[in-house]
């Protein structure tokens, strides 16, 4: 192999030491060949055993699960001793390379091994390391003569970590969370509408404070699963989720249990300082606004689940945020965090709980209260009524009184037309003025800034107008940062951007703390949220005005640099809530001369945007956005052409929601434009078929079938262009089945062969894409659905033939089986007809076969359990419950080691099936009495092994004496019993009741 003068640069060097300390190299490594590989690479470049063994150990170990508390000191570490030896860092660096092209384990090491045989494995992503070689031949032994005593360096380090982390495991974590306090200082009106406030009273919430003690639940009734529980509560800006939070751990906490809200910015502190945290009592951790940190987020959760049943006490976790729909969401909640979600009402919240308005019931009083010394007329109580549906209008409700009326405003709405009601008649104004203006909205918060500018923060600026705009700024940076931190240095950091003018040489720390709090030197951002994001657009209009466009942009590319991800939530945010006044101020329209650095905070804010907003909005902000990135050479910024493509992707998935068709062709011939540029071709490819499956979710329930040709055409353009790309297939496999239902129930039956043939030649092209085979199981589940509603057997027959195929063809995937077991579910709860009873018999059958292939998967045996339930009713109506005994006893003898989620389950189908019996009034055999028996001696073993919540438990008890009541010579019926009570579960006989 050739010999390279390249070196990695410190940019590749720190993010592979992140990519190791991340774990993305731990688990490439988990292969023994590539471990012997690396091993004699590392002998090779001079590491001789034991040495080289050490160096795998001490870059490799950062990555382990039990070490991520040390992250950024090893990641520090990690970056010095690569950046001192190259040439291990180019090893690392062709190995993380390869990682992050192959999600497939056995893809990732056939190519390494492929490369190790100096075989071509394609282009790479880092781009530093696109021409290295690794150089045997020309290293010498005086490269590497530091090797040996820089490695014992690294591993004294990474011991020395590790004892500091030990040493902090044992601070209490809570002590860096916020107690949450009430606000006592109500000087401005920010300060009396925001959460913290005492100043206005705590109404009409009692439905979800009821929620949340059911969500805490009783201490004494949890056990290992229900030991960490979370519970996301969403709603718009401004609806009180935080207030809501705040109100029920002040104040409605059962006695027992701690209460407190993570900081944001102690989250990564608080995830270091203590990795094995133990609650001292039942504890509910609030985290606001998760979407500013999802990566250190979703490392408690995961933490909390995978230790829960090390637990000594229940631990709680209320998530609130904006909505569910972001990217943060899948990052935090997705995987195998769902199924710790909080159960209400059989059902589990998933997908968080949106929270209802506050009803006019109960927020007419506090407005009352609150202007009562000024005697308001019934007249003008209706114009602020009027004014606040103007200012947050809402979807049309049902009076009590059984009338049509708006729907209240949110709580914030409420408060602030409030605020500016009194300032009004306070200072002698009429209140009548608002309801002229055009914009009500910018009208009451332009007032409120007023008035708090005018009576508290120009007094403490001297008067000085030209003072007060330079800290307003200030203010405007850290809103929009989220909080900005070492202000004495916010005029150096803005002459980098030739914005100095715009803030203060030297800030006056008191005017700040007046305007906003400063803890430990982190200057807050204006609250509420909404008031903060007004003025930073205000703000924005302002230095448009003054300054012009590109220094309005400059300061939005401080702003991002400043604040990272929080600027760009912040942004996105902004947008959402004021989506005209964001589009007049065009700030997501980069600065004329940036590079490509600074370019994508700004495409990355597009990109959450176009999936939220309007078509028509989104399209107007992706012009200006796609005019920039041509003036700066779109073909010199391969990041910013992907997150246009992105941009694209998002706002196709939300032209059905608006019904908004007519803008397709232009994003088609904005990706006909992008992928003009061969060096990101592919990338861009797979972008528009995400794209084209978005557009496919929305075809058929907008019956805009005359889409579905061009939507055809295009992929089969992708798959010309780029025939080998499994990921462009697995999204025309996707469309595909998010076609599949709707041409099933609306009719379009003709282009059900379509469906087979596509999926057939993508099956044929990859035959061994487990990615394609479960879409097609999917697709085959939805056709199976809306053909079983009608009962038509021919199309049952067809599908499951196809179903059976995929089975063949991939029978030790766990994937294509869980959707074979929810497609037989599906046949089994639709079955009705005599004539499909066998197909019923052969799905239990075809169940039974896949949870005794998989026994430890507990989602393919809830599908056994759900198909037992469904069909339990109606065992009388058509066969005698008997030829069921087989498949009902094998269920309950496989479940051994059970979840509470299944074994509630297997209570309900015992229940199902006890009533059965109870109501035949059909003679019983003794083999249904052995049957009987035996099950109620399974499941009562069941609870004496895994102790269950209790109300299942007693559920249990309670049919268990119901039906010794029935059939008082089952001896097991009273064994059971006796050992539900022996674990802490006694229920009286039930009455006549």
């Known amino acids: 192999m050739s010999s390279s003068d390249h070196t990695p640069n410190e940019t590749t060097i720190q993010e ?18 590539i471990r012997a590989y690396c091993l004699n690479e590392l002998r090779d470049l001079g590491c001789v055993p034991p040495t080289n063994r050490l160096v795998l150990l001490a870059c490799v170990r950062a990555g382990a699960p039990a070490f991520q508390f040390a992250i950024k000191a090893l990641g520090t570490n990690l970056s010095d001793f690569l950046q001192r030896h190259p040439l291990i860092a180019r090893m690392f660096t062709r190995l993380a390379n390869l990682c992050s092209q192959h999600r497939r384990k056995d893809a990732l090491k056939e190519n390494y091994l492929a490369y190790m045989r100096g075989e071509e494995t394609g282009e790479f992503v880092l781009k530093d390391s696109d021409d290295y070689d690794f150089v045997r031949d020309a290293m010498t032994a005086e490269q590497l003569s530091t090797i040996e005593s820089s490695v014992s360096d690294l591993q004294a380090q990474l011991e020395r970590e590790i004892d500091r982390a030990i040493k902090a495991a044992q601070v209490d974590p809570l002590k860096l969370m916020d107690q949450w306090d009430e606000n006592p200082d109500v000087r401005t009106i920010s300060d009396r509408i925001r959460y913290d406030s005492k100043y206005y009273r705590f109404v009409g919430r009692e439905e979800e404070l009821e929620l949340l003690r059911w969500f805490l639940g009783e201490p004494v009734a949890w056990n290992d699963d229900m030991a960490f529980r979370w519970l996301l509560f969403t709603g718009a800006g401004g609806t009180g989720k935080t207030r809501l939070a705040m109100e029920f751990v002040r104040h409605h906490l059962p006695e027992g249990w701690i209460g407190c809200r993570v900081p944001m910015l102690e989250l990564e502190t608080i995830l270091q300082a203590a990795p094995m945290w133990q609650p001292s009592a039942p504890t509910l951790l609030v985290i606001d606004y998760p979407a500013q940190k999802p990566e250190q987020t979703k490392q408690l959760l995961e933490r909390l689940a995978r230790r829960s049943d090390e637990l000594l006490h229940p631990v709680r976790v209320l998530l609130l945020e904006r909505d569910a729909e972001d990217a943060w969401f899948d990052k935090v909640l997705g995987g195998s965090i769902k199924n710790r979600a909080f159960v209400w009402e059989g059902e589990r919240l998933s997908r968080g709980k949106l929270l209802k308005p506050v009803s006019w019931e109960a927020i007419l009083p506090v407005k009352q209260e609150a202007l009562a010394a000024h005697n308001l007329s019934i007249e003008q109580f209706n114009l602020l ?42 200072a002698g104004e009429s209140i009548d003025g608002a309801l002229e203006s055009s914009d009500a909205k910018r009208e009451v918060f332009t007032s409120l800034l007023k008035n708090d500018r005018d009576k508290f923060w120009r007094p403490m600026a001297g008067n000085d107008d030209a003072k007060l705009a330079e800290h307003e700024n200030m203010l405007a940076l850290a809103s929009f940062s989220l909080g900005l931190g070492q202000q004495s240095l916010v005029y150096q950091r803005a002459e980098e951007f030739g914005i100095q003018h715009l803030f203060p040489r030297h800030s006056d720390p008191d005017l700040l703390r007046g305007m906003s709090s400063v803890e430990e030197g982190l200057l807050a951002q204006l609250e509420p949220d909404l008031l903060g994001e007004f003025h ?57 001369d940036c590079n490509e650095r600074s370019f994508l905070p700004f495409t990355g804010v597009m990109r959450e945007i176009a999936g939220h907003t309007h078509p028509s909005t989104a399209l107007a902000l992706i012009d200006a956005y796609k005019q920039r990135l041509s003036d700066l050479g779109a073909e010199d910024m391969p990041g910013a052409r992907l997150r246009f493509a992105e941009s694209l992707v998002n706002m196709a998935g939300k032209m059905g929601d608006f019904n908004e ?58 798959a010309a262009r780029f025939p080998e790309n499994e990921e462009i297939a697995a ?141 339990s009713t109606r065992w009388h109506d ?46 019983l055999t003794s083999e249904d009495v052995d049957l009987l028996a035996h099950v109620c001696g399974s499941l009562a073993k069941l609870v004496e092994i895994h102790p269950q919540p209790e109300q299942t438990v007693r559920l249990l008890a309670h049919n268990m004496r119901y039906l010794k009541d029935e059939f008082s010579d089952l001896e ?22």
Request: proline share 5%; hydrophobic share 40%; net charge negative.
């Open 661 to 718: 068709w007519e803008d397709l062709s232009r994003v088609y011939s904005w990706f006909d434009e992008l992928s003009q540029h061969a060096s990101d071709a592919e990338a861009i490819g797979e972008k528009e078929a995400t794209a084209l499956k978005n557009v496919a979710c929305d075809v058929g329930t907008q019956k805009r079938w005359a889409l579905v040709p061009e939507l055809l055409a295009r992929h089969d353009a992708l």
């Open 385 to 426: 009524g009027n004014l606040m549906f103007r200012v947050d209008p809402r979807p049309m409700e049902r009076s009590p009184s059984g009338k049509d009326r708006p729907g209240a405003p949110r709580p914030l709405f409420v408060l602030a037309v409030t605020e500016w009601a009194k300032a009004r008649l306070d």
């Open 972 to 993: 097991s019926v009273g064994t059971a019993i006796e050992k539900c009570e022996s674990v802490g579960f006694y229920l009286d006989p039930p009455d006549n009741g």
């Open 731 to 871: 999204q025309e496999a996707k469309s595909l089945k998010n076609l599949s239902p709707d041409i099933q129930k609306q009719g379009q039956t003709e282009l059900r062969p379509m469906l087979f043939d596509r999926q057939d030649a993508l099956a044929e092209r990859f035959p061994d894409s487990e990615d394609i085979a479960v879409e097609a199981a999917m697709m085959h589940g939805n056709l199976l659905v809306a053909a079983g509603e009608d009962f038509r057997r021919d199309e049952l027959e067809v599908i499951l033939r196809r179903q059976a195929d995929i089975e063949a063809r991939f029978p030790d995937s766990e994937l294509v089986a869980l959707k074979d077991a929810e497609l037989q579910f599906a046949l089994i709860s639709l079955a009705g007809k005599p004539s499909t009873w066998d197909l019923v018999e052969a799905a239990f059958d075809r169940q039974k076969e896949l949870a005794s292939r998989f026994p430890e998967n507990g989602a393919i045996a809830t599908e056994e359990l759900k198909s037992l339930y469904n069909i």
């Open 878 to 923: 058509h066969k005698p419950f008997a030829e069921f005994r087989t498949h009902w006893l094998e269920t309950v003898e496989r479940s051994g080691s059970i979840s509470v989620t299944r074994f509630a389950l297997l209570i309900s189908v015992f229940n199902r099936g006890a009533a059965t019996y109870i109501q035949s009034g059909t003679a």
């Open 16 to 33: 592979l030491a992140k990519f190791i300390v991340d774990g993305g190299i731990k688990e490439a490594i988990a292969h023994d060949e």
């Open 536 to 592: 930073v657009l205000t703000r924005l209009e302002e230095i448009n005005s003054e300054h012009g466009s590109d220094t309005m942009a400059r300061f939005c590319e401080l702003a991002y640099c400043e604040g990272g991800e929080d600027a760009m939530v912040f942004a996105a945010r902004c947008i959402r809530d004021f989506p005209l006044l964001s589009s007049e101020r065009g700030f997501l329209v980069p600065p004329k």
